[in-house]
């Protein structure tokens, strides 16, 4: 009997689109992608407003997932016809096009998947579709996400994105208000406007690739008067080192009430204590392993 012969890869796979979040729908692009090629390069087209993810966190995750990441700026491309747009593919490298089924491209979206398919053939570049990613019915999408994190349903959200919802940020110097009621804090100050509702949250703290659970306060916290949102991070039964001017990620696992104003500093603490015991069921729930 004959061995079967590995499958020979094609040169080089380009995927394109805004990749806003490189969320379920995205991925299932990237793994067809590197099913058929050697090298993935995601093209995206980043145009202006609120975004999910900053560029740099956008990188790690390309990295993770191990596909190269071209941010394009909309500008640059959005008077391009379909056919001076794939001309530009091919500059850009691509021999193969792996793309959704509803794709459109070129000036006024007036490219669809038949004509893409036409000038791969001119331009000798292979295009595959690919049908989209759902979730109850609906097509996954970052706007999709986005509603989620802003109403804190992160357990909805982070199942579309395939991994929890994180922020990059760097270690501030608090008031150390904190520390005096006996809850030290990691001061983060996050590197982009959060979608989500001020209130506290099971979370991950990972600093140099170490990952620590705990539990943050997303906001101003009005009992302790910050002035600007910050992620506070209280990680129970570790003393963490000194981390001032250290940049970590936070990972945001589970909503799990809004932030509040408390009549005084001992009925906070006594909402802590609570906040921690409902962290400690959580985690016994055997959830809040990280990506």
């Known amino acids: 009997m004959e061995r079967a012969q590995p499958l020979r890869l094609r040169e080089s796979c380009c995927t394109v689109g805004k990749f806003e979040a490189f969320h379920r729908g995205h991925r299932k692009l990237i ?41 394009v700026p909309f500008s640059e491309v959005k008077n391009l016809s ?11 490298g691509c021999s193969v096009l792996v793309v959704g089924e509803d794709w459109r491209f070129g000036k006024g979206r007036a490219g669809d998947v038949k004509i893409a398919e036409a000038l791969g053939k001119e331009f000798g570049i292979e295009v595959i579709t690919v049908p989209p990613e759902t979730e109850d019915g609906e097509k996954i999408g970052a706007s ?16 579309l994105l395939g991994f929890p919802y994180f922020a990059g940020g760097v270690v501030v110097k608090g008031t150390s208000k ?25 979370v991950n703290l ?52 809004p932030e509040k104003r408390f009549p005084s500093v001992d009925e906070l603490i006594k909402q802590i204590k609570l906040d921690v015991e409902n962290l400690k069921e959580f985690w016994r729930l055997g959830v809040g392993a990280g990506e």
């Open 31 to 71: 793994e067809k992608a590197k099913e058929l090629c050697g090298r993935v390069k995601v093209i995206s087209i980043r145009g202006k407003g609120e975004k999910l993810f900053t560029d740099k966190e956008r990188e790690e995750i390309a990295r993770r997932l191990g596909v190269e990441l071209l941010n």
């Open 82 to 92: 379909p056919r001076d747009f794939f001309k530009r593919l091919k500059e850009w």
């Open 144 to 159: 999709r996400i986005k509603d989620l994190l802003s109403k804190g349903d992160l357990d909805r959200a982070n199942k």
């Open 178 to 202: 904190g520390k005096e009621i006996g809850f030290p804090t990691v001061n983060v100050k996050p590197f982009k406007e959060l979608p989500l509702p001020f209130g506290v949250y099971a």
């Open 206 to 257: 990972t600093v140099d690739g170490k990952t620590y659970r705990g539990v943050a306060n997303y906001g101003r916290a009005p009992t302790l008067k910050n002035t600007e949102p910050l992620i506070e991070v209280f990680v129970p039964e570790v003393e963490l080192p000194s981390l001032y001017g250290r940049t970590v990620k936070v990972e945001f696992l589970k909503f799990l009430r």
